[in-house]
């Protein structure tokens, strides 16, 4: 069901309905309260709120001499929401058999004129003789609304006044313009497909009463993903401004919230976008096209991709305007228009602004779309708070389109206005509180199952009451779009709440001490009984008791060490996954030091374990040297090759251990938290450059056991050949495992390369 939010006609007692193609402005009482009075203004409200046809005996008058009248315009009201709004089509031959008011004399001319302008506008090709039947008496007058296109008629001025919109039709000539079909119309504004006769070019034309100027900004805004504005023009003796633009022929977002809302979810798909476009065209005669690049990518895309593909283009729209000062204030569905190829374009600037707004009356900017509007635009819009249209940035557009998003990609708004229907003080209040709340769980649980983690937190984000939490810019929203478009980059930064990468997460500390630790323990325990079968063994028990001391004397001074210093230079990445958990909100600075911190971690700790490695090298040689008095060369050079042996150990598997864990589970947490840089990209290929090495050095392992066989006697192999061969048993096991993790490495790495460079999603997993 689709819910709009009403603005009022400064008349209540004629009050029109607003389509949803319209951008309207309020125009307040003097105490700021709006109140429906008249049956028409409480119809249109009831419309508003609930989306379905209200019962028409219940606003009719008791007087009989009363009924028909109000009953003829309670039918026009009824007649444009179920044509134009809610796809609840009624033909005026319905209404005749169920009120017998209307049989007591023909129906006036203009109600059945507006059932055809209605049906034509809906794309249904419609013939002045389908009415002859049903309406003989009035036939003339539909014929007349159906001259051909080529019999022009050009407005004329009417001296004082103002042309009325409804006076305006297809087939007419206006200024330098044939209107040739209507794409849309509102309360106060009407939008032509019109062939501009200077130029001879199709363009669309949007009418609306002179009152007030428009931004020039808007014509200067040139980029792919807003409606091209070429210029206007006014006309001071209709009082008619000329807004003539881009010609964007595949309809708008609001036809596809419609289909959305009518197909199931399993069943929504990029095709359902494409298929409501091509039904478009076909509705103008366009051709749809056959060699586009862009329809079979959007083809292939899941409906949660889809709406992150159009959210993505929006989000760079919205960046461009913002960086020329222009807001738009009024995000909502029909103000999205899409190419035949499925590029959504972002129109109707008209109550856009540019930056220099101190100072504003409320009356002065109210407009837009109450339910699209931001907690800060709707207090802007109350005179009785303290929020003025100053406040306002591209943050607050960036909330209009998650809301927008949020409604295209499960079928209803992420709040619930139906009891804060209206825009008296008391409803701009309710709105405000439900916005303040957040999303809800209810709103929450009708999100697509297949709706990606990632998608759902940058929407989220984008709802935030505070604009602090949200993307600052269209182009940080733009990137968050990106990834989530990307199926393995999504996974890594937003892993599925049960997955194994969320749950540990929260282990960062013990993990990363254990991936260090366990190779290093295997490769002393090795080393210990190595060394003590060839060279400690042969020594005096005095000696040996004296080694056994040095060792332990060093142990307890290196390990302390290492680790502390490990600890010093992993302060960030251990600390801040707590910290992002919490809700803790960090500055960039802090982010980058963070993930540069994070990816260096595993060389910094192997590279003290190198270190330590090297220390007992030199140590324990000079040790037992001291303690036997005398060690022959060769006892040095099998303890020499055995701590190369368990360097490349201590060294290889503990970078791959440490360094798959912190990619796929530490580092992609800090990257939704702020925009990132080239340079986060030249240290991800770095790192992917780095375990190619270490990987050859894991490689080694079982060569170097091998290879140091050679060098022992038959007596010596005989005492070591059961550790020799569970090395290299153990090593070719092991370099299995750290290949099959290299290998799922490189694809992390390229896919978390393209988040920080900003390169296009791929497709591949």
């Known amino acids: 069901m689709t819910k709009r939010t009403i603005r009022p006609a400064p008349d209540p007692t004629v009050a029109a309905p607003s389509s949803p193609d319209s951008t309207v402005t309020a125009q307040p009482s003097p105490d700021s309260t709006v109140v429906a009075q008249s049956p028409v203004a409480r119809f249109t409200a009831k419309w508003e709120a609930t989306g379905t046809p209200p019962n028409l005996p219940d606003y009719l008058p008791e007087r009989a001499d009363q009924r028909r009248d109000a009953l003829i315009e309670l039918i026009a009201v009824d007649l444009r929401y179920r044509w134009l709004d809610f796809d609840k089509p009624k033909r005026l031959a319905a209404y005749r058999e169920e009120f017998p008011e209307l049989k007591s004399e023909p129906l006036p001319p203009a109600l059945i004129q507006e059932e055809f302008r209605l049906r034509r506008q809906t794309g ?40 009325a919109l409804d006076d305006i039709d297809v087939g007419q000539r ?75 022929p595949g309809g708008t977002l609001l036809g596809v919230l419609r289909r959305v809302q009518a197909t199931p979810p399993e069943d929504r798909s990029g095709q359902l976008l494409l298929d409501v476009i091509d039904e478009s065209l076909e509705a103008k005669g366009e051709i749809r096209p056959s060699d586009s690049s862009v329809r079979p990518e959007i083809a292939s895309l899941s409906w949660p991709e889809t709406v992150a593909w159009l959210g993505r283009r929006l989000a760079e729209a919205l960046d461009y305007a913002g960086k020329h000062g222009v807001l738009h204030r009024d995000i909502k569905p029909a103000n999205v228009l899409l190419t035949a190829d499925g590029v959504p374009k972002l129109a109707d600037f008209n109550i856009s602004f540019s930056d220099a707004v101190a100072g504003t009356s409320p009356v002065a900017y109210f407009g837009g779309s109450l339910a699209y509007m931001s907690p800060e635009q709707l207090e802007a819009c109350h005179p009785g708070l303290p929020g003025t249209a100053s406040d306002l940035d591209t943050r607050s557009d960036i909330f209009g389109l998650g809301v927008m998003l949020w409604e295209l990609l499960t079928g209803s708004r992420p709040f619930d206005d139906s009891s804060a229907s209206g825009q008296s003080e008391k ?40 604009p602090d939490r949200r993307w600052s810019t269209g182009a940080e929203l733009a990137q968050q779009f990106e990834l989530c478009l990307d199926p393995r980059a999504r996974d890594l930064v937003d892993p599925p709440p049960r997955s194994w990468r969320m749950r540990l997460r929260r282990y960062v500390i013990p993990i990363t001490v254990a991936a260090m630790l366990v190779p290093n323990v295997l490769a002393g325990v090795y080393n210990y009984h190595h060394n003590k079968s060839l060279i400690v063994s042969n020594l005096s028990l005095e000696a040996q008791q004296k080694f056994e001391g040095v060792q332990s004397v060093m ?81 040095i050079i099998h303890f020499i090759g055995s701590l190369v042996v368990c360097g490349a150990i201590a060294v290889a598997y503990p970078f791959f251990l440490v ?30 450059r780095r375990s190619v090495r270490y990987l050859a050095l894991a490689a080694s392992v079982p060569l170097i056991g091998v290879a140091g066989v050679t060098f022992l006697s038959p007596d010596e192999i005989t005492s070591v ?21 290299f290998r799922l490495l490189e694809k992390d790495l390229r896919a978390l390369e393209r988040v920080v460079s900003h390169e296009p999603a791929t497709r591949s997993a």
Not at 442 to 453: G, K, M, R, S, V
Not at 662 to 682: E, F, H, K, N
Request: glycine residues 6%; hydrophobic residues 45%; charged residues 20%.
């Open 427 to 466: 409803s701009l209040e309710r709105m405000l509180d439900i916005r303040e709340r957040g999303v809800g769980p209810e709103a929450q649980a009708t999100l697509p199952p297949d709706c990606p983690a990632a998608l759902k937190r940058v929407l989220l984000t984008c709802l935030s009451p505070d």
């Open 174 to 248: 206006v200024d330098d313009f044939d209107l040739l079909m209507g794409l849309g119309r509102g309360a106060f504004a009407r939008v032509f497909l019109a062939r501009q006769l200077s130029m001879q070019r199709l363009v669309a034309v949007k009418m609306s009463h002179d009152h007030g100027t428009e931004p020039q900004t808007l014509a200067q805004l040139d980029h792919d993903y807003i409606v091209r504005v070429f210029d206007q023009r006014v006309l001071d003796e209709h009082k008619l401004k000329l807004l003539y633009m881009q010609y964007v």
């Open 659 to 688: 360094t798959f864990y912190l990619v796929r589970c530490i580092y992609p947490m800090m990257l939704p938290q702020g925009i990132t840089s080239s340079d986060d990209a030249r240290k991800l290929r770095g790192l992917s």
């Open 124 to 163: 249904l090709t419609v013939e002045a003789s389908d009415y002859s039947r049903d309406f003989p008496e009035e036939s003339q007058v539909i014929e007349q609304s159906q001259r051909p296109i080529d019999e022009k008629s050009t407005l004329i001025a009417k001296p004082a006044a103002e042309t």
């Open 721 to 741: 050949i059961v550790a020799v061969r569970l090395l290299c048993v153990g090593a070719i096991a092991a370099f299995i495992v750290v290949y099959w993790l």
């Open 555 to 635: 142990n307890g001074i290196l390990y302390p060490i290492g680790i502390a210093v490990v600890v010093y230079l992993s302060r960030y990445p251990m600390r801040m996954p707590r910290g992002l958990r919490k809700g803790r909100i960090y500055d960039k600075q802090t982010l980058a030091k963070a993930r540069s911190d994070t990816l260096l971690l595993a060389d910094r700790a192997v590279l003290i374990i190198f270190s330590a490695w090297l220390l007992a090298g030199i140590t324990y040689p000079i040790s037992l040297q001291i303690v036997a008095g005398h060690l022959p060369a060769g006892a």
